[in-house]
């Protein structure tokens, strides 16, 4: 299992054409508009590494659009020395109110793949039409690739939306005390690694499915959008 901290020299096994396939996906999964989160049927959390951040970032989101009917909240890895059992006492420290429709991942889930085949357990028990996945930046690339497969693995292809939560780059995790900039290396790693085992979408299967978000979902992503062109402004006389 590849470490949280992995120095950038360690990526020299990899090629060129290989990192650069990941600076597209990182590219590409981060440019949909988050604002399209406002208008899915879920919002989904990956807990992990002692980010709190991740629960009040999704409760406010939540709470302050009642359109949402449900709430995912996957578990964590009991092996982590920041780990709490996720229960709704626990989340309503975070602002939580509105219990109806919330969803506690019940087992713990020690790595990211089982929080998403239970994301994708949801999706198709609940029929959840579409998904907003609520995870820090530097781990979210990696997060979305794992649920598109997840969900691929059991034929569901609903639109994800990303939704990176606001914490500053330089911020410490509370697992390990490292930040952003420590944490990629390792992600870019994982990514690479795991698109061999097939636990994450490979290049080409992110590149198909957001061809079909785009050309099934357009008006989601960019509401009013013209099927012929660009966005069009909409604009009023008077």
Known sequence: MTGRIVREEDLAGFTAGQILDVLKALTVILALPQSAAEQVDALAIASGQGEEWRFSHAIRSW?????????????????EKTYVEITLDY?????????????????????????????????????????????????????????????????????????????APDAPVPETGADTYDLIPGEVTRILSYQDKGWVATSEELQQYLRWLWSHHAPLLVPFVSTRGPARIATTTG
Not at 63 to 79: K, Q, Y
Not at 99 to 111: D, M, R
């Open 63 to 79: 709470e302050a659009n009642p359109d949402l009917r449900h709430l995912l909240v996957a578990n964590g890895n009991p092996a």
């Open 91 to 167: 989340l309503r420290g975070f602002g939580l109110r509105r219990t109806e429709g919330v969803c506690l991942q019940a087992e713990p889930a020690p790595n990211t793949g089982l929080q998403a085949a239970w994301i994708a357990d949801q999706v198709q028990g609940l029929g959840i039409a579409s998904l907003g996945l609520v995870v820090s930046p530097y781990h979210l690339p990696r997060a979305y690739l794992t649920v598109l497969k997840a969900l691929d693995n059991g034929g569901l292809r609903i639109p994800v939306i990303p939704v990176p939560v606001a914490v």
